[in-house]
């Protein structure tokens, strides 16, 4: 499956490079929300990505109001553990953005990301548009469609409504925590098949 996965992104991202950028538009920066396990994990994965500009971890898709870390982490709340993630429409798009969290994570395993296990790992797109919301389902059918996966993807496409940001010592926390075991072993990996997969569209370094 890992293979397959490797190889079906690959040949995506050629067949798309292209028309991709036969437009270019005026500057447009938007955001979209995702969640896909611990917001560490993605949250560095997305840092890399050329045409990124910012990309904050925190909580949405809940009721309670400000939650803090540790109440989400009691499930009770009804949050994800989510990125949201503001991206120049100039250099990347929402098929791209959509294609690196569908590389990074395992969208088939409900309420769970490897030992991380509870609602609010959970997969979950939260669109803000039209454009969004129909990307991340044609994306979600063609995954199925070519049984890239074992089981099939639950992640759930929802209407964004509120995020919170959360405290700030989870902000950049691989980079700010490189020796870290959680970061070594779970991180690390993921950033490696990003920059394998994208090798092409990376942010350059300075």
């Known amino acids: 499956m890992k293979n397959t996965i490797l190889i ?26 995702l969640g896909g396990g611990c917001y560490w994990c993605v949250e560095a994965v997305y840092e890399n990505l050329d ?27 009804g949050h994800a553990e989510v990125v949201q993630i503001t991206y120049d429409k100039n250099t990347t798009d929402i098929n ?13 395993t409900l309420n769970r990301q490897g030992a991380d296990i509870g609602t609010q790992y959970r997969s979950v797109i939260f669109y ?6 129909k990307a991340a389902q044609n994306i979600i059918a063609e995954l199925d469609k070519a ?6 993807i639950v992640t759930k496409v929802a209407p964004f409504t509120k995020f919170y940001k959360a405290e700030n010592y989870h902000q ?3 980079a700010n925590n490189k020796n870290q075991p959680y970061c070594k072993m779970v991180i690390q990996p993921k950033i490696e098949k990003f920059e394998k997969v994208f090798k092409n569209k990376l942010k350059k370094k300075p």
Do not use: M, W
Not at 147 to 152: E, G, N
């Open 147 to 152: 049984k890239v996966y074992d089981s099939p």
């Open 172 to 174: 950049n926390y691989f």
């Open 8 to 33: 079906f992104f690959i040949a995506l991202s050629i067949s798309v490079f292209s028309q991709e950028h036969k437009t270019k538009r005026t500057t447009n920066l938007e955001t979209i929300t």
């Open 128 to 133: 803000i548009n039209e454009e969004q919301r």
């Open 96 to 108: 791209e953005i959509f294609k690196v969290f569908f590389t990074v994570h395992d969208p088939t």
């Open 51 to 77: 045409g990124i500009k910012s990309v904050v971890s925190g909580f949405s898709g809940g009721k309670t109001v400000n939650p803090t870390y540790d109440e989400v982490c009691t499930g009770t709340t």
